[in-house]
């Protein structure tokens, strides 16, 4: 029991505490100290959230974005949570100044925050030399994992966790009754938690940076704890022993159902930790659904941390002046848990509704990303708002449950937030690796089966709180709760939502019209949401919503060419790195190279892998070749892991607006590329120019020519472009080219994208050297410290074209001959010489290219027209040319309907007539 000390017990100006008035014989703290303290929490709860956030993404880069690793990660930190409120909870009511103690903590924990970047620097060495014994063991690969998080994380989180029951022990000391003290505290520090979701997610890792952050997060944390020691070092916590306190009716009330029911806090703080599991079942599942509607990017994923934390905050503060009225709290504690039952079951039968809803917002604020942001947060708090705001309600009840005593408060907070914390570790193991990827059950049974759990805890909880018979116990809430107990599975059985309306990637969509594809095959999987959809013939991958990889022209001549540019400048290589298995067609063109060894293909998606058979016969039924090997893993980190050297690594991921694949586009992750590449390996990567500024296209650039000696750059027709990086400068015989392309397999499948002639292949090359260099030379290194892509290039998916038109027109300024620095050739050889004649011809597509953009640009129809025919003459065959004239053929229908004039429409016939 804590000590007064004369000091505090002289001190004047003591201000009345607690709803009801101050209580005899507590010693209270001056109005000025508590209001400072909970400042202090509240500014605490915004760094542990800041620190969660930045913590989370360097742990990400050591262990890898597979679900599996970030949940891994997760345990270990909220474990570390769970710990800290325990323990603490053993030793507070001990503690003569706890917000001493308090004071000691933060600084401890801010002192920490600086030095874990450096010791998760110092871990990947030994993360390596556990991946070499554990890569093939998937088990013994997740628990190393643990325990190098765990190693890492359980300091600073074990002293974040002993906080709550810290203060909740002084707070209790002072006068403040145990239900008013938790709703109080455990309201501001969520709150705090609020600002600091909102600030790491929106603003900090943008504009500062993760060190940055990390560095400003320590920073307050030593003020604040550099504060409460200077400040409250005088404070003190405890309950005298020799001073009646004179009961309310509540508190006589909830002393009699003790005394009925003498394991209520066993029992109140069990229900507890099921309803963790279940608030965390519905984070997870509403997170899987709603990214497939407003987005699977950083903000959409900030925006539903963001209102699910608000909810909690608002639910707690605004039980803070009932806790301690309540008559019957256990019973209160189970109408609440029906009543989140209930309006959770409201939001799973109405969320099919949702994908139009965001399609309307799209609609109407295509133009302003931060308005269509705002929208979309809005809407996700309108959906998680009720729910969460009853689950906030739960905490300050538990409080007064299972804190019998006031002296020993923070004992019984410490474990009643421990067993809520290891409850939502088990709710979000099950709802993310067995509930939602079984097929049976998915989001939308995860989402019922969590009302279903949440509904039994409550009737349970009434039935047991009735110690004076059923008499007593209003018949509505035990109506309601079996009715949610038996509506889920009829409701699955009979009411699924429908899959087309989720995977129509309905966050790139600016107009109402809804346009649902079959859809052949679906899968909610562990690291995602797959699906294959059929849309006039054209199948379709879609990951979280968005299409990855198709059979349509457009998309195979990208996914053929990225395997095929760097085998035939290679011509022989011993092992062969793909990053993303998508369709299967990359992997599958550089099988058709007989000359190239190994493929190790690094997916992370188990639903990607079960798509590919959709996609046999583009993809030749790769998963079955005998030189290619699925390594089921994150690409990044198995660079990062592995100690094999390459000769060539495809990169597949493109579309860096979604979250976590502008790792992919950093300068540590091309290094990571260059390290694992042997000394005459290859780089091909991919960059599209829709969804993207020009800004951000030049900084992909920029970046990879700042670690890369030699780059350059190949495009397959609007708005398409590679990359072919190397550690030194590239020259590659033509007769090496020539010998790659005329093999049969290889010209066959080069075939299906009119690529059947050397001339067409080499004539994608744009340029190299010092040409691509000077156009970024003025602009910053994209890096891991500073996210700026994985933040801008979200704003960039709805708007126009522009950035493609001017990306096309900027290279096109700079095209030079792959002559010059990159092919060897012999100009005494006259097959050379012709060669190069037709290879000339072939690269004359860009200029073509461009004054159809020009012309479009000064609406210009005819000119669009005639530049597409003149492509078509010198370049029948070519696959780029036939896109150049779809696209000049719908562009010219388009501008006939709004003018119409006859010499157009003669034009557009002559040339669309082609087309056939």
């Not at 600016?510 to 054209?538: C, N, Q, W």
């Not at 993303?580 to 998606?605: F, H, K, R, V």
């Not at 070749?625 to 089921?632: A, D, K, S, V």
């Not at 780029?880 to 000049?888: E, Y």
């Amino acid at each position: 029991m804590a000590l007064i000390s004369a000091e505090s017990a002289s001190r004047p100006d003591l201000s009345s505490l607690g709803s009801g008035g101050p209580r005899q014989g507590f010693p209270r703290a001056r109005m000025p100290a508590r209001t400072l303290l909970l400042g202090m929490f509240f500014l605490t709860g915004c760094c542990g959230l800041v620190y969660e956030i930045v913590w989370s993404r360097l742990l990400v880069f050591v262990m890898g974005a597979s679900t599996f690793a970030t949940t891994t990660v997760l345990v270990a930190f909220m474990g570390g949570l769970a710990l800290g409120s325990f323990v603490a909870g053993r030793f507070v009511h001990r503690l003569r100044r706890p917000p001493l103690v308090y004071g000691l903590m933060e600084i401890l924990v801010g002192l920490y925050a600086l030095v874990l970047p450096l010791l998760l620097d110092g871990a990947v060495p030994l993360y390596r030399f556990l991946y070499r014994f554990t890569e093939a063991h998937f088990a013994l690969l997740t628990l190393s994992r643990f325990l190098v998080s765990a190693l890492v994380l359980l300091i600073p989180t074990t002293l974040m966790g002993a906080t709550l029951p810290l203060l909740v022990q002084y707070w209790c000391g002072t006068g403040r009754r145990t239900g008013a003290s938790v709703a109080t505290l455990y309201g501001v520090n969520t709150a705090g938690a609020v600002l600091g979701a909102a600030l790491g997610g929106f603003v900090l890792l943008p504009t500062i940076g993760i060190r940055l952050s990390i560095l400003g997060a320590a920073i307050i944390n030593c003020l604040i704890g550099g504060l409460a020691v200077v400040l409250l070092r005088g404070q003190v916590g405890g309950v005298s022993d020799d001073v009646s306190v004179p009961a309310t009716d509540a508190e006589a009330e909830l002393g009699e159902l003790r005394k009925k029911r003498p394991r209520m806090p066993l029992v109140a703080m069990t229900a507890f930790a099921l309803s963790g599991a279940a608030a965390m079942a519905y984070q997870v599942a509403w997170t899987r659904a709603l990214v497939l509607t407003i987005g699977p990017h950083t903000y959409s994923f900030a925006c539903i941390v963001t209102a699910y934390i608000l909810g909690l905050a608002l639910g707690s503060l605004l039980m803070r002046r009932r806790a301690d009225r309540v008559d019957n709290p256990l019973s209160t504690f189970g109408r609440l848990e029906i009543g989140i039952a209930l309006s959770a079951f409201v939001v799973c039968a109405v969320m099919e509704f949702v994908p139009q809803i965001c399609q309307h917002i799209n609609a109407r604020f295509s133009s302003s990303f931060r308005l269509l942001i705002t929208m979309n947060f809005l809407l996700v708090l309108l959906i998680v708002l009720l729910p969460t705001l009853q689950m906030g309600a739960i905490f300050p009840l538990i409080g007064r449950i299972c804190a019998p005593r006031d002296d020993r408060a923070g004992e019984s907070i410490g474990r009643a937030y421990a067993a809520n914390t290891l409850g939502a570790i088990l709710g979000a193991f099950l709802a993310g690796f067995v509930l939602i990827p079984n097929q049976t059950v998915g989001s939308q049974g995860t989402l019922l089966g969590a009302c279903a759990l949440n509904a039994a805890v409550g009737i349970f909880l009434i039935l047991y709180a009735a110690y004076d018979g059923l008499r007593y116990v209003s018949p509505w809430p035990l109506a309601a709760g079996l009715a949610l107990l038996a509506l889920p599975v009829p409701m699955m059985a009979h009411y699924r939502w429908e899959a087309s309306r989720f995977v129509n990637s309905i966050f790139l969509l600016k107009t109402t019209k809804m346009d649902f594809p079959e859809v052949l095959f679906y899968r909610e999987g562990i690291d995602g949401t797959v699906a294959v959809t059929d849309h006039s013939g054209i199948i379709s991958l879609r990951i979280n919503g968005k299409a990855d990889a198709s059979n349509g022209l457009a998309d195979c001549s990208t996914q053929l060419s990225l395997g095929h540019i760097p085998s035939m400048l290679v011509g022989r290589a011993d092992r062969v790195m793909v990053l993303g298995l998508g369709s299967g067609m990359t992997a599958a063109a550089l099988a058709c190279n007989e000359d190239l060894g190994q493929i190790d293909c690094l997916e992370i998606s188990t639903g990607v892998v079960q798509a590919a058979r959709y996609f046999t016969q583009v993809n030749y039924n790769i998963l079955q070749h005998p030189r290619f090997r699925l390594i089921r893993a994150d690409g990044r980190n198995h660079l990062l892991l592995t100690d094999r050297v390459y000769d060539i690594i495809a990169n597949e991921p493109s579309n860096p607006w979604m979250a976590g694949v502008a790792n992919l586009f950093t300068r540590e992750y091309y290094e990571l590329c260059r390290d694992r590449l042997s000394e005459d390996g290859l780089l091909c990567t991919w960059m599209h120019a829709y969804h993207v500024s020009l800004e951000d296209f030049k900084l992909v650039v920029r970046t990879i020519c700042e670690v890369f000696p030699h780059v350059s750059v190949w495009g397959a027709g609007q708005p398409d472009y590679f990359f072919v990086a190397s550690k030194r400068p590239l020259r590659v015989p033509l007769d090496r080219v020539l010998n790659v392309l005329s093999k049969p397999t290889v010209g066959a499948d080069l075939a299906r994208i009119f690529l059947d002639r050397p001339e067409s292949v080499l004539g994608m090359f744009i340029c190299d050297g010092q040409a691509l260099r000077s156009w970024t030379a003025d602009l910053p290194v994209h890096e891991d410290d500073l996210p700026t892509l994985e933040y801008a290039a979200p704003k960039a998916i709805l708007s126009s074209e522009e950035a493609a038109t001017a990306i096309a027109l900027e290279l096109g300024e700079r095209l030079t001959s792959p002559f010059d620095e990159l092919l060897i050739w012999d100009s005494n050889d006259p097959g050379h010489v012709e060669f190069k004649a037709r290879l000339e011809d072939a690269r004359q597509y860009f200029r073509f290219h461009a004054a159809a953009i020009r012309a479009r640009k000064n609406e210009d129809a005819a000119g669009v027209l005639r530049a597409a025919e003149a492509a078509r003459q010198l370049l029948p065959d070519d696959h780029r040319t036939l896109r150049l004239l779809q696209g000049a053929c719908e562009y010219a229908r388009e501008m006939i309907e709004k003018h119409g004039p006859s010499e157009l429409i003669a034009l557009e016939k002559r040339v669309c007539a082609r087309i056939a």
